[in-house]
């Protein structure tokens, strides 16, 4: 009885304890959202006051028309915005050579005595570049006119006998054809010792040395390059997709580097054939004299490949501001700042991707200096 009258005494206390400390939470909660009022009811007194404040000032906002009324009358000049047709061309990768352009090549052995020129020293028609040392081809030479002075003899001799009836017309004829054969022999030596010396086929420059003076030349290897470049050629390789939109005696557009602008030439040759390497058919262009162009520069030819209409305004109408590009559209006699999108220039005039429509007009005079909304008169 005393043990039971002990365990619901301790279970008592430990409901005790259990209440105690939900009455502390609750009375803590209760802290907490009262805290919470007072800072609400502080931060909706601060907004209710600057309103207030903002409310009596009685500022009230400025128009954009009221601002635009304040802007001077700016005089402008316009252009209207035109859908053109134009040209839609690919670059082909090209390089500039001389028209007319020659290796010279020995012809003999021998080695080189004589090498008179430079890299770039512009030489004549008939000028000596090469000469070789070749003793055996003037001693050829030598023996040939030795026996051809003999055969000439002896005809003169045979003849003078035949016309006295002294010897036959086969001992004749025998010696006649000696003769002959000596004179054929005299010529060819004579021919192989022009070989030894070696001039400029044309009037032009030396763009290319292989040799110096004292290498041994032999037949068929390279001794020098000569080019006129008073006369320029262009060639490229044309993919086979776009060569059948290139036609012979077309004028075809082409950029250099070095060079500003474009330039043309006109198409003077066509492989008929295509390169089974490359899938490419050889274009040649000739070109007029142009300061700057010289052989072996890099080009980009522009190939046709088609047509299609785009919108264009005078490149002088387009305002770059900062990354922008701005154009200003004419509207109830007053600027009206349009963004726009460029694309590729075509002269004096730029195409217009998006921003403006046909027949806008816009201004080209004094555009930079313009505002939105601000009156214009047109000269």
């Given at each position: 009885?005393?043990?039971?009258?002990?365990?619901?005494?301790?279970?008592?206390?430990?409901?005790?304890?259990?209440?105690?400390?939900?009455?502390?939470?609750?009375?803590?909660?209760?802290?907490?959202?009262?805290?919470?009022?007072?800072?609400?009811?502080?931060v909706l007194a601060a907004i209710l006051s600057v309103a207030t404040v903002l409310t009596g000032c009685g500022a009230k906002p400025e128009s954009s028309k009221g601002r635009s009324s304040q802007l001077p009358v700016a005089t402008v000049q316009t252009a209207t915005a035109e859908s053109k047709t134009q040209t839609n061309t690919e670059e082909v990768v090209g390089t500039v050579r001389a028209k007319t352009r020659a290796t010279l090549e020995a012809k003999v052995s021998g080695r080189i005595t004589t090498l008179p020129v430079v890299l770039g020293q512009p030489v004549?028609?008939?000028?000596?570049?090469?000469?070789?040392?070749?003793?055996?081809?003037?001693?050829?030479?030598?023996?040939?006119?030795?026996?051809?002075?003999?055969?000439?003899r002896d005809w003169k001799r045979i003849a003078a006998l035949f016309e006295q009836q002294a010897v036959t017309r086969a001992e004749y004829e025998a010696a006649d054809t000696r003769r002959r054969v000596a004179e054929g022999a005299a010529a060819e030596a004579k021919a192989m010792l022009g070989y030894v010396e070696l001039v400029a086929p044309f009037d032009g420059v030396v763009t290319k040395k292989w040799v110096e003076a004292g290498d041994l030349a032999t037949p068929g290897k390279p001794l020098l390059t000569l080019e006129a470049p008073s006369e320029l050629q262009l060639e490229a390789d044309v993919p086979e997709a776009m060569a059948s939109h290139v036609r012979r005696e077309a004028h075809l557009a082409y950029r250099a580097d070095d060079v500003s602008g474009e330039m043309t030439g006109v198409v003077s040759?066509?492989?008929?054939?295509?390169?089974?390497?490359s899938r490419t058919f050889r274009v040649k262009l000739d070109l007029p004299p142009t300061p700057g162009l010289r052989p072996g520069q890099f080009v980009r030819l522009q190939v046709p490949v088609g047509e299609s209409r785009s919108l264009r305004v005078p490149a002088v109408a387009v305002v770059q501001r900062g990354q922008l590009e701005i154009v200003f559209v004419i509207a109830n006699q007053s600027a009206q700042l349009r963004l726009a999108k460029t694309g590729r220039c075509f002269g004096n005039t730029v195409e217009i991707l998006s921003g403006l429509d046909a027949d806008d007009s816009v201004v080209v005079d004094g555009a930079d200096r313009l505002s939105d909304g601000q009156p214009l008169e047109t000269k």
């Open positions: 009885m005393k043990r039971s009258l002990q365990k619901h005494s301790s279970s008592r206390r430990r409901e005790d304890a259990t209440l105690r400390s939900l009455a502390h939470e609750t009375q803590s909660v209760f802290s907490y959202a009262t805290c919470f009022r007072w800072w609400l009811s502080f004549r028609a008939g000028e000596l570049v090469v000469r070789l040392d070749a003793p055996e081809i003037v001693a050829r030479r030598d023996q040939a006119e030795a026996s051809l002075q003999q055969a000439e040759e066509i492989a008929p054939n295509a390169d089974p390497g």
